[in-house]
Each structure stands twice: as structure tokens, then as C-alpha cells.
């Protein structure tokens, strides 16, 4: 079954406290990306790598750090320095850049 | 001007009518087109794709794009209450360098409620 999976997908955590989102997929896709939602502000672009050892900012890249180890996976950590982290993060990945994105239900962050 | 701007909404039909979505653009240099369709609590699920000029249909759904106007639509025909959701344009621009990596840029979706 192909698809992209993320966990948790409800996330609670104390400000100051750094934490490691998951992002997996099994469709073979070079290219994986990571987007912040926000109630009334739609989608923005935190990070994204079109091939295994790179990646490069999005709009809002402050505050976060990825990486890209293998194909399959793009972890997103949200460090301390994230002065609202609190949000609806998505992972969505791509064959090729141009072509479709597919998203993972995502996961739900609360910081407090 | 926004990059991608959509009809406010919320858009109410009825069960069976015509749905229709626009959006518009403001990059002369954007290449590909899309619409999400995403349920309350949900991620967004892709629903049409479109490369270029003209009218796409898949099942219910016929996506039109205008790269003169800067303008794509989505119509949904035959409205069932379960396509009540947010419908979210994105669309790919190319960077400074003129290529693309891909990035997609959204719109502030709109709301669209089928009531029977």
C-alpha cells in the first residue's frame, strides 16, 4: 500500500522543548516537502529536498531544521526558536519537481 | 496583490447544482495548476491537475485553465453534500533563476457547503 505516512498526529509539548516530526513514503518520490498550516493563512512552504543529502529553505524556514538521509524519509524538527509553533504540519512528497504533490495526514502540534 | 487568490466564499449550492470555484494568479511564469479539495481536520487530497489552456474533466470535476486572463476554475457537477469541504488552488512558479523546484504556492481556499 503506497503512501505517505507522518506520526503522531496529535503532538503536545512545553515551549523551550525541541521535537522531531516523521515524515515516511514508499512511492519512490525524489522530491519531499514540509508545509505549516494555519488557521485563515493556508499553506506556506517550510523546507523541502529534491534528492537525499539536500534540501533547501522555504518561506519559513526559522525556527525549524530537516533532514534528508534517505529517500524515504524527511524528518522536521521544531526547535525552541519557533516563536509560534503551534500548527497543523504537513509532509507532502512529489516524483519530480512540477508534478503532482501528495500530502500525509499530518500531524497537529501544540505547544504551551 | 496575492500570488493566488481565491473567491472568499463560503459557497453554498444546492444538492445536485453546479459548483463553481475560481482563482487567479499574479506569475505570468506559472507552469502547473491544482486543486485540493480538504475536509475539516483532514489533509488536502489532490483532484485535478492542469498543465495547460482549455477545459479538463474527470468524472464530476472539469478544471479550466486561461494563462492569457491568469485564471483557473474548478466546476463540480452534480454537488453531493460530501463534496462539502475547502478548496484549495496551488499553483507552481518558477524561482528567481527561472526554474522550477517545485514549490507550491496556495490560495486561502474556499469554503463550498452542498446542503440537500
Known amino acids: 500500500d503506497g503512501g505517505i505516512t507522518q506520526s503522531p498526529k496529535y503532538l503536545f509539548r512545553k515551549e523551550g522543548q525541541n521535537v522531531t516530526l516523521s515524515c515516511e513514503q514508499n512511492?519512490?518520490?525524489?522530491?519531499m516537502y514540509w508545509y505549516r498550516q494555519d488557521p485563515g493563512q493556508g499553506l506556506r512552504l517550510i523546507y523541502y529536498?529534491?534528492?537525499?543529502?539536500?534540501?533547501q529553505k522555504g518561506d519559513i524556514a526559522e525556527g525549524y531544521s530537516v533532514s534528508r538521509e534517505k529517500k524515504e524519509s524527511f524528518p522536521l524538527t521544531v526547535t525552541s526558536a519557533q516563536k509560534n509553533p503551534t500548527a497543523f504540519y504537513l509532509c507532502a512528497s512529489s516524483s519530480g519537481t512540477g508534478s503532482e504533490q501528495y500530502f500525509g495526514p499530518g500531524t497537529r502540534l501544540t505547544v504551551t | 496583490q496575492k500570488e493566488v487568490e481565491q473567491n472568499s466564499g463560503p459557497l453554498s449550492v444546492p444538492e445536485g447544482a453546479i459548483a463553481s470555484l475560481n482563482c487567479t494568479y499574479s506569475d505570468r511564469g506559472s507552469q502547473s495548476f491544482f486543486w485540493y479539495r480538504q475536509y475539516s481536520g483532514k489533509s488536502p487530497e489532490l483532484i485535478m491537475s492542469i498543465y495547460s489552456n482549455g477545459d479538463k474533466e474527470d468524472g464530476r470535476f472539469t478544471a479550466q485553465l486561461n494563462k492569457a486572463s491568469q485564471y483557473v476554475s474548478l466546476l463540480i457537477r452534480d454537488s453531493q453534500p460530501s463534496d462539502s469541504a475547502t478548496y484549495l488552488c496551488?499553483?507552481?512558479?518558477?524561482?528567481?533563476?527561472?526554474?522550477?523546484?517545485?514549490?507550491?504556492?496556495f490560495g486561502q481556499g474556499t469554503i463550498l457547503t452542498v446542503h440537500p
Open positions: 496551488a499553483v507552481i512558479r518558477p524561482d528567481a533563476g527561472g526554474t522550477s523546484y517545485g514549490k507550491l504556492t
Open positions: 529536498s529534491q534528492i537525499v543529502n539536500d534540501f
Open positions: 512511492l519512490n518520490h525524489d522530491a
